[in-house]
């Protein structure tokens, strides 16, 4: 039970930090990119535990849940979106 309330704490410190840092129409339209890090990259620092690296995983996923409910509440923008 506490590795999830942490979880959850890591993760919304991972979207303010995220939000202070760059708009939240940046963030929302970008989601994609930030999931795959925080998701993925951030487990691979913790690979010596095992409660750290489950930490961060649901943290993760946290993360992408508070991201997908941050597209819903600020939908994209054709107009600006960044064209590669």
């Known amino acids: 039970m506490e590795i999830i309330i ?10 303010i930090i995220l939000c202070k840092m ?3 129409q940046f963030v929302s ?3 994609v990119l930030w999931d795959l890090l925080f998701t993925v990259g951030v487990p691979l620092l913790f ?3 095992f409660s750290g690296m489950a930490t961060a995983f649901l943290a993760g996923i946290w993360f992408s849940a508070m991201t997908f409910i941050l597209g ?4 994209r923008q054709k107009e600006h979106m960044i064209k590669l």
């Open 47 to 49: 690979l010596g535990t």
């Open 72 to 75: 819903t509440l600020h939908p």
């Open 29 to 31: 339209n970008t989601q």
């Open 6 to 15: 942490i979880s959850f704490i890591a993760a919304l410190g991972y979207l």
């Open 22 to 24: 760059f708009t939240t």
